[in-house]
Each structure stands twice: as structure tokens, then as C-alpha cells.
């Protein structure tokens, strides 16, 4: 259970982040690309903005070791 108390944009950020990773891993899982092609399914690119978004509300941006840490802290099976 979470002992640190995030705040509301960093609470955002990192279920965005967690969103983006399980899409990410989805993507992976699933067949490779395009028919015919060796490259993975694309991530969409509405993931990556609420992501990027999220990040520049909580003033992550540029800064992966702290938001690494409020994963951690906040979601430490993840």
C-alpha cells in the first residue's frame, strides 16, 4: 500500500506512465505489425500525448528519476 501522498497531477502522471507501459506491453504480446512486415504494433499515438501531457502538468518533464520514484512509491508491483 502507498505511504507517500501524491498529488493530484502526480497521481495523473503516473497512471498515465502505467498506461502507457501496459500499452506498450500489449503491443508487444500481440502479432507483429502489418501484415508482412517484422515490426511491432503500433502505440497509439493518443497514449503517448495523455502521457507526455500528464508528465508536463505534474513538472515531471525531463525529470524520469522522480517520476520513477513516485511509481515506485505509489505502485511498487508495477
Known sequence: MP?????DRERTAVQ?????????RAAFDT???P???DRP???PPS?????ERALAEAG?????????RLVRTWCPEG
Open 60 to 68: 515531471l518533464t525531463g525529470n524520469e528519476e522522480e517520476l520513477f
Open 47 to 51: 497514449v503517448l500525448a495523455e502521457a
Open 35 to 37: 501484415e508482412g512486415t
Open 3 to 7: 505511504t507517500a501522498v501524491l498529488t
Open 16 to 24: 498515465a506512465y502505467l498506461r502507457l507501459l501496459h500499452t506498450v
Open 31 to 33: 502479432a507483429s505489425g
Open 41 to 43: 504494433a503500433r502505440v
